[in-house]
């Protein structure tokens, strides 16, 4: 009899503890124990694991055996964990003294199935990172996380198609293959996605544009069949591809939420959840180990809230503060878990319940009229920089607009731009848009009469402080996108005209 022990993870938030897996066989009655606050699907684990060895033909001790998953005060959640008991039972069986030490600093993640196949799990990509951090020889995957697994460095990765492949590996008798990273073809929407497709609306696509330029949020307001969600979807094609950073966070996210097959790892996400999505929708949730939501599954990327009128202010007011903090931190069980939610804000309504473009065409009720959008509060709404009509008569001109790619060029260069100004500040790699307010008024101010413009509106009460530093910024933009060093007046005032032209049009007030 003997004891085995080998490495896995235990998630929290995007962040991954590894574990130790101790598997010990000695007297007693036959029967598997598992301990060490594991959860359901951890224990169920040793019924499929024994009957995937059976199915295999691996040995399986027929005596007692405890698995002892380690700190026993850390939550264990997830099928992550079966190959990692398996192979420390198996292992401990063998009573081998090379092959039990072999195994030790090993971290093997799959879950098994009856027949001894390995199955995707969520979390690799974070697990690896881990791993990279802690003295782990290898990691095992399974085949459809391999293209995830390619993503990491600085740990050697080997993929098994079965736990039978996995003993023959560790005994010398096989040589398991090293992930690849998918292809771009592979990852292909055969969908084609550009903004050459949009007939008109050239002022929403410049909005989109200048948006996509700084990482301004912004709010599409126009009727029915006019282009909102066309425009909105088409914004990630406006963004440079992620750098190696924002690839590994992005995955991270989507592989913690299971969602890694949903996202090509080189572009910015597009989330656009229902009209109905809750709270717990938007920030994340769920007992155990909380999921990323919408917020979070958008990182780096865009997120889309179409039909915004009918999505209730107490859910659209959690959106504020993952906003200006860039996270999401939830509570559960005594611990704290935290959401990267760094996104760009693209919001499309109607300009009225009946949808009609021209006021003088609006058959709502006075009262209907009065109060819609109520639900967007004045905080919020101070929050988004960018408002832009579309309209119904957008044109049918068949000639080709500009494309997503040379619209993308002006905002790479855009960005460049404010990259090397906030780099050469002292701010890092960051957006216009993400820019501290404090910081731009003080010093990169606009010149001195779009300054005096700004102190004016806030003189008025026309903005609040709050629109000064958003206008100022989105000036910058601005004054990227033309390739000047420094915002004028005329930047200003097209800023605060972006900001609040579209909005008094929405409650069409008598």
């Known amino acids: 009899m003997a004891l085995a022990k080998t490495l896995s993870v235990a998630f929290e938030g995007v962040s991954a503890t590894l574990v130790h897996v101790e598997a010990n066989i000695g007297p007693g009655l036959p029967g598997t124990y598992i301990v060490g606050m594991a959860s359901a699907a951890v224990t169920e684990a040793k019924d499929r694991i024994k009957t995937a060895a059976h199915n295999s ?54 879950e098994i199935g009856l027949d001894g196949q390995l199955r995707e799990v969520p979390g690799v990509l974070a697990a690896l990172l881990e791993a990279g951090n802690h003295n782990v020889t290898a990691v095992v995957v399974p085949p459809g996380n391999a293209a995830e697994a390619a993503l990491a460095a600085g740990v050697d990765v080997f993929v098994a198609t079965s736990v039978e492949e996995v003993m023959e590996w560790i005994n010398g008798d096989r040589i398991l293959e090293r992930p690849q990273a998918l292809s771009a073809e592979q990852h292909a ?24 330029a700084g990482g301004h949020n912004l709010f599409l307001i126009g009727p029915r069949g006019s282009g909102k969600s066309m425009i909105a979807e088409r914004i990630p094609t406006l963004l440079p591809q992620l750098n190696q950073r924002e690839r590994i966070e992005t995955t991270v996210v989507h592989s ?12 910015p996400p597009f989330v656009a959840p229902h009209h109905s999505i809750s709270p717990a929708g938007l920030l994340g949730g769920g007992s155990g180990n909380p999921k990323p939501g919408a917020v979070s599954l958008a990182h780096n990327g865009v997120l889309f809230l179409d039909e915004v009128s009918e999505i209730p202010a107490r859910v659209l007011d959690v959106l504020r503060i993952p906003m200006e903090q860039g996270s999401v931190r939830l509570v559960r069980n005594q611990r704290t878990v935290e959401f990267p939610t760094r996104f760009l804000l693209v919001l499309a309504a109607n300009p009225c319940r009946c949808a009609a473009e021209e006021p003088s065409a609006c058959s709502c009720p006075a009262s209907v009229r009065a109060n819609y959008l109520n639900n967007i509060s004045g905080p919020l709404k101070d929050r988004i920089d960018i408002f832009a009509h579309t309209h119904a008569r957008g044109g049918l001109s068949t000639a080709a607009g500009e494309s997503s790619a040379t619209i993308a060029q002006r905002v790479a260069h855009a960005r460049d731009r404010a990259r090397h100004r906030w780099r050469t500040g002292g701010y890092g790699d960051i957006t216009t848009a993400a820019m501290d307010p404090c910081e731009v008024r003080k010093r990169y101010p606009a010149d001195a009469e779009g300054m005096a413009m700004l102190e004016y509106f806030l003189a008025s009460g026309d903005i609040t402080q709050r629109g000064v530093d958003r206008a100022l910024k989105l000036a910058w933009t601005l004054c990227d996108l033309e390739d000047l060093t420094t915002p004028t007046v005329d930047h200003v005032a097209r800023a605060v005209e972006l900001r609040s032209a579209a909005w008094p049009e929405v409650t069409h007030a008598a």
């Open 57 to 110: 033909g691996l040995d399986w001790p027929k005596t007692k055996v405890i698995v002892s998953l380690v700190p026993g005060n850390l939550p264990k959640s997830g099928t992550h964990f079966d190959l990692a008991i398996a192979v420390a039972i198996l292992c401990a069986a063998t009573t081998n003294a090379r092959i039990i030490d072999s195994v030790k600093n090993i971290l093997f993640l799959g």
């Open 189 to 212: 929407n055969t969908r084609r996605i550009d903004m050459d497709q949009i007939a008109g609306q050239e002022h929403a696509k410049f909005a989109a544009e200048v948006a996509a």
């Open 256 to 267: 913690i939420a299971g969602r890694s097959d949903k996202h090509h790892p080189n572009q």
